[in-house]
């Protein structure tokens, strides 16, 4: 068989020692691999890289396309990009996916039959990571949700579900209160959704579905969600399986693909053979199906099941009455050797099919009709109640852009506000044309340069536009 080139980091902490255990396993199994190491984390933040990488190591990723990694410390203090961020957006790797597998009595949990994928969105949302500080009292993170990047996501998750025998997709949104963007979520996973009949469909708002997710697992097979969600649900979900130690990570895109433990470097665990390697050896099984050695990727999978039920445990999972015998780092990877070939007795053995290999996933061009038809203007404003700043903007009005409202951290405050209505610095005061006809970005820059010559300050503009005649904004209600 041709071998597959890969890259592969070594890491900081416990990073070395579950690789080399992880690797020796993939060896023994048989694996294809034609391995090109690469230096990231913390020597590399130390010598200057900002974000733990180097270009070199750039250079050796976008040629494999495929990437081993073990968890790095991010040294303390300011300054430090995360390593994951950076990656995951330079190599568009879209969906992150996190299985949570309950290895129940072999390992304690207090959810035997859990067997959950969630599909956690890796690019967008609040992690685009624009962020400002607007007056003195306020400060705001966007949050981007785009459609390719839905599509993408939503897709990701339903071919996962097919090609893994799964029966059921949820999806995790708030859109009760984020019409718009998670609204969008939701819509996309609908529409994308009919073209799956065999797959059975559920939709729950984030944070019901999240406590149903805690207090009963074993009734969610697929889950997807936008990026937030998902990062922390994700970890909730690991942690409830059993161990953070035992899970494995796959962070997919069109063109490359990151696999890695879900824990990160334990650098008080380091150089003392005693870290458990799983959650980076199941990562690792995750790359074996990627890169089409499915039968490599049973070899491994059913061999390391076999380990645990064996009570062949590290310390991290060793439990006196279930564990048979406690073993370092090296010892656990031998004993996965050892099983290579044979398959467990009491869990469920896996199996993989070549049709498992990674197919890349597009997104639709859409383009709707756009017209402008307003603004919201956010004034930093210190100086008086919402009825005297609204009477002020009346006057500045112009002909065609009339004072609509004004809210206060999203609360209608005029007209007609509660005095009760707690008030910041930060004022959005929405200008729209009363007949809902098109205006001119021209009608704008006259509306600023009047604000601006009443001497209120303006921090930021927001255009109001239509899409085929649907709002592109979210309405104020009150
Ligand atoms: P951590 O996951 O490294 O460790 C938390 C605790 O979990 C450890 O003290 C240890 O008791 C246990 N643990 C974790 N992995 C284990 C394993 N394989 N075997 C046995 N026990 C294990 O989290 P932390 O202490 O918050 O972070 C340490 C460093 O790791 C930080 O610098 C952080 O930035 C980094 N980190 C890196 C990644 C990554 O590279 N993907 C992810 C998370 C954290």
Request: proline share 4%.
């Amino acid at each position: 068989m041709k071998k597959t080139p890969i890259t592969v980091a070594y890491g900081d902490g416990i990073g070395p020692e579950i690789m080399s255990a992880t690797l020796n396993i993939l060896d023994a199994a048989g694996a294809q691999l034609d391995i090109e190491t690469v230096e990231i984390g913390e020597k590399v933040y130390l010598r200057g890289g900002m974000s733990g990488i180097e270009p070199s190591a750039w250079e050796s990723l976008r040629r494999t396309k495929v990437f081993l990694k073990a968890p790095i410390t991010t040294p303390q203090g300011g300054g430090y990009k995360s390593l994951n961020v950076t990656t995951r957006k330079a190599l568009g790797l879209y969906a992150n996916v996190r299985p949570a597998v309950s290895y129940y009595p072999f390992v304690q949990t207090k959810h035997p039959e859990m067997n959950v994928v969630i599909i956690r969105e890796n690019e967008e949302d609040l992690y685009a990571g624009i962020e400002h500080r607007q007056t003195n009292d306020v400060y705001q993170c966007l949050k981007l949700i785009t459609r390719p990047g839905t599509e993408k996501i939503v897709r990701y998750a339903f071919e996962y579900a097919r090609s893994n025998k799964r029966k059921k997709v949820t999806c995790f949104v708030k859109d009760n209160i984020m019409k718009l963007t998670d609204g969008l979520f939701n819509k996309v996973f609908e529409t994308i959704g009919q073209e799956y009949p065999d797959i059975e469909k559920e939709m729950w708002i984030v944070d019901i579905g999240a406590a149903k997710l805690a207090a009963s697992p074993e009734n969610f097979d697929v889950v997807v969600m936008p990026n937030l969600y998902g990062d922390i649900i994700s970890d909730i979900a690991a942690q409830i399986s059993g161990s953070v130690g035992l899970a494995g990570s796959a962070n997919i895109g069109n063109h490359c693909a990151m696999f890695e433990a879900i824990h990160g470097s334990a650098p008080r665990r380091a150089g003392q053979n005693i870290a458990n390697p799983s959650g980076l050896l199941l990562g690792s099984v995750m790359m074996l199906q990627h890169i089409g050695q499915v039968e490599v990727a049973e070899r491994v999978h059913n061999g390391w099941l076999r380990t645990i039920e064996e009570g062949i445990h590290t310390y991290d999972i060793y439990n006196e009455g279930v564990s048979k015998s406690k073993v370092g780092t090296k010892e656990f990877a031998n004993a996965v050797i050892s099983n290579l070939g044979k398959i467990p007795e009491t869990l469920p053995s896996v199996s993989y099919k070549k049709t498992d290999a990674f197919k890349s996933i597009s997104s639709t061009k859409v383009k709707a009709d756009k017209k402008l038809v307003g603004v919201d203007i956010f004034l930093d404003w210190d100086n008086g109640s919402p009825e005297q700043l609204g009477r002020q903007l009346e006057l500045i009005s112009l002909g065609k852009l009339a004072l609509q409202v004004i809210t206060n951290r999203g609360v209608k405050v005029y007209p007609d506000g509660f005095p009760e209505t707690f008030c910041t610095d930060h004022w959005r005061c929405r200008f729209l044309r009363d007949d809902g006809q098109p205006i001119l970005e021209s009608d704008i820059v006259s509306l600023y340069q009047k604000i601006i010559e009443t001497d209120f300050q303006i921090i930021k503009t927001e255009n109001l536009y239509t899409f085929d005649g649907e709002p592109g904004y979210s309405a104020v209600h009150g």
